[in-house]
């Protein structure tokens, strides 16, 4: 499998069909009861890692949407210490934003009590280093900004704030373990692990989360006591890939053909207009995002850039470069070498199953 293309060759899927069942659904069933998480074991010992460190630590986690980022972190943190978690809104002004941030503070710091609203990310911060400082405790204190990109408004100050709050305070404590998490992931890239700014070199750990495996998708399913065969396993998998959110609409009593049919075809599903929606989420200009995917899904083999630049009607260097990073980043698209004459690099969607809802 490359990217969400799944190749199978006949002695692979010898192989696959030949792993004893009921082995498998054990195993399935004792990672969904005892430890929430089915698979994702280097995610798991990467965490893991990160709770028995000595030193405070700096996670950025990045993925596409619904691959189940935040499920992975409130599953592993939330009962492992002191669990302050926001996510930011889409589409929400930067005071929306704080008054959310205070309502957690008062729940988490504060003991439910009333707490003002602070006017910027700097007095918020402010706050939140203050009560950190008067918590007497050892235990681990996780600090997990979720959906990061849609907390930083335009103007906000987030960035700056969080990385004053980090490198003059949080970082010296070793109790901290601080999160940020998003699923633009080229924004994530180009903003905090990339970043020029008070955050450069500051990033002590990093996960890009992928979709599950074939292997993987067989455990969640199994985990989730869906009965099927490993044919119809293989047919739904190619349909919609290992996101986590797709899978989990995947219904027991069915056959591979009725669950594809009600997720990809129904315009009932919650995946109808799923890309549309995910696009807007994710990019500034989807439409230009929108336009490259339709153009390369016509040439499965691939195109180089000149080719799909000219089919899309993309003519500004500048807007190539910027919307070819952000969808090989957010893992849509992925390029290839190819040896003839001369080199030439090829692009292609990764994520066939996009064909059904974009």
């Not at 986690?61 to 939330?78: D, P």
């Not at 960035?159 to 980090?166: H, Q, T």
Request: glycine fraction near 6%; charge should be positive; aromatic fraction near 14%.
């Amino acid at each position: 499998m490359y990217n969400g293309i799944l190749c199978l060759r006949s002695d692979v899927f010898s192989v696959i069909l030949s792993i004893n069942r009921n082995n498998l659904y054990k195993f399935a069933c004792y990672f969904r009861h005892k430890m929430k998480i089915i698979a994702r074991e280097n995610e798991k010992k990467l965490l893991r890692e990160i709770w028995e460190s000595k030193s405070s630590e700096f996670l950025v986690v990045y993925g596409r949407w619904r691959v189940g980022k935040t499920y992975l972190i409130k599953n592993f943190y939330e009962n492992k210490g002191l669990f302050f978690h926001i996510t930011g809104t889409p589409f929400e002004s930067t005071k929306q934003q704080l008054w959310n941030f205070s309502q957690i503070f008062r729940e988490i710091f504060n003991n439910g009590e009333p707490h003002p609203v602070p006017k910027s990310w700097q007095e918020a911060f402010h706050q939140l280093k203050d009560a950190i400082k008067i918590k007497k405790t050892t235990a681990k204190i996780i600090l997990f900004f979720d959906e990061l990109p849609w907390l930083v408004t335009k103007k906000s100050g987030f960035v700056e704030a969080l990385s004053y709050l980090w490198n003059r305070y949080l970082e010296a404590d070793t109790r901290i373990i601080l999160i940020v998490c998003g699923s633009a992931a080229s924004w994530m890239i180009s903003n905090i692990i990339d970043s020029r700014g008070g955050l450069y070199n500051r990033i002590t750990r990093r996960i890009s989360l992928q979709p599950f495996n074939l292997w993987e998708t067989e455990l969640y399913l199994k985990g989730k006591k869906i009965n099927l065969s490993r044919k119809q396993i293989v047919e739904i998998y190619m349909a919609i890939g290992g996101i986590a959110a797709y899978l989990d609409m995947v219904k027991p009593g069915k056959s591979s053909s009725q669950i594809i049919s009600e997720i990809c075809f129904n315009p009932q599903s919650p995946l109808y207009g799923e890309f549309d929606r995910l696009f807007k989420s994710l990019f500034s200009k989807s439409e230009i995002h929108t336009k490259i995917i339709r153009v390369l899904l016509n040439k499965r083999s691939g195109m180089d850039r000149s080719e799909l630049f000219i089919k899309a009607g993309i003519k500004s260097g500048s807007v190539q470069n910027r919307v070819k990073k952000e969808l090989i980043e957010s893992g849509f698209i992925a390029e290839t070498s190819r040896f003839g004459k001369r080199k030439k690099t090829l692009y292609f969607v990764c994520q066939m199953n996009i064909r059904h809802f974009i």
